[in-house]
C-alpha cells in the first residue's frame, strides 16, 4: 500500500509504488498503438463494419482508463485512491473481458482487422494483430498481481503446489484450444461444398482439429487429476504427454506447412 508521511505529506517511493505500475504503462502504450491501427485499419475500409468500431471503442476506452491510473499512481496524495482498491480490482477484471473479445475479433479474418482472409488468410496488421494479444495477456498479468497483493493469493505459487508441470499442461490446454478454434473456423470458412480449396488442405485442417481436439481432452484430464489429487498417476501423464509429443511433431510438419492451413502468420501458425 502507498506509505504517506503525516507530518509532511511526503511520499516515500520505495514502499508505496505499485507492483502494477509498469504493467499499467505498458497496458496504456498496447492501447495507444492498437487505437491507432483500428483506425487505420477503418479509414482504409470501404464499408465500416461493427468489428472495427468495437476495436476503436475497446481501445479508446482502455486508453482513458490506464491513462488516469497511470497519473493516479503518479500522485502520492491520490495513488491510494486506486492502487490495491475494489476499484482497481473490477477495472482489471472489465478491461480482460473487453481485451478477451478484442482478441477474438481482430484475429477472426471474417472481420479483415488484424488477419486479412485470402489464401493464405495472412496477418494484415501487425500493430493490431500483436498488440491485442499483448493487451490481453498484460490483463491477465494485471489480475493475478492484484489478487496477490490485495487477497494474498498467489496463483503461480498455488498451481506449483497442485502439482509437477500443472503449468505446463495448463499452458497446453490454452494452446490447443486456441488451434480447434482458428481450425474449426478455417474448416467453416474455407471447406464448405463450394470451396476452391485443394483436398489437402481441407485434409490438414481436419487434422489440425483432430490434433487440437485431442490435446485439449488429455490436457483436461491431467489438469484435473491434479487439481483433485495434486498429482496424476505417472503412466497417464507419461502416456498423454509422449502421444501429444508425437502428434504435436505432424501437426507442426502437416499444418503449418506450404499446403496447411496454419502456413501463414497467424493464431494457428503459433499456437500449433
Known amino acids: 500500500m502507498t506509505s504517506i508521511n503525516t507530518e509532511t505529506g511526503e511520499y516515500n517511493g520505495n514502499e508505496g509504488r505499485s ?40 481501445s479508446a476506452v482502455t486508453f482513458t482508463v490506464t491513462a488516469l491510473v497511470t497519473m493516479l499512481h503518479l500522485a502520492p496524495v491520490y495513488s491510494s485512491l486506486i492502487v490495491g482498491t475494489k476499484v482497481e480490482g473490477l477495472i482489471i477484471i ?120 485431442i490435446g485439449a481432452v488429455l490436457s483436461i484430464v491431467v489438469v484435473g487429476l491434479k487439481l483433485c489429487l495434486s498429482s496424476a498417476p505417472f503412466t497417464v501423464e507419461f502416456v498423454s504427454a509422449t502421444l501429444l509429443t508425437v502428434l504435436n511433431a505432424f501437426g507442426v510438419a502437416y499444418i503449418t506447412s506450404n499446403s496447411g492451413p496454419g502456413r501463414a502468420i497467424g493464431n494457428l501458425h503459433y499456437f500449433t
Open 19 to 58: 507492483p502494477r505500475f509498469t504493467f499499467w504503462v505498458f497496458f496504456l502504450m498496447c492501447s495507444v498503438i492498437t487505437l491507432k491501427a483500428s483506425v487505420e485499419v477503418k479509414n482504409d475500409m470501404e464499408e465500416t463494419n461493427g468489428a472495427s468500431k468495437w476495436a476503436i471503442t475497446c
Open 94 to 213: 472489465i478491461l480482460a473481458g473487453f481485451w478477451a473479445a478484442t482478441v477474438s475479433i481482430v484475429t477472426n479474418t471474417s472481420n479483415e482487422l488484424g488477419v486479412v482472409k485470402s489464401d493464405t488468410n495472412q496477418v494484415s496488421n501487425g500493430n493490431l494483430y500483436y498488440f491485442s494479444w499483448a493487451g490481453f495477456v498484460n490483463s491477465i498479468l494485471l489480475l493475478v498481481s492484484y489478487m496477490k497483493s490485495s487477497f494474498g493469493i498467489d496463483l503461480v505459487d498455488e498451481i506449483h503446489g497442485r502439482g509437477a508441470r500443472l503449468m505446463y499442461w495448463a499452458g497446453m490446454l490454452a494452446s490447443t484450444l486456441v488451434v480447434v478454434g482458428s481450425s474449426a473456423r478455417v474448416f467453416i470458412e474455407d471447406c464448405g461444398e463450394t470451396s476452391d480449396f485443394p483436398e489437402s488442405y481441407c485434409t490438414r485442417t481436419k487434422l489440425a482439429i483432430a490434433v487440437g481436439t
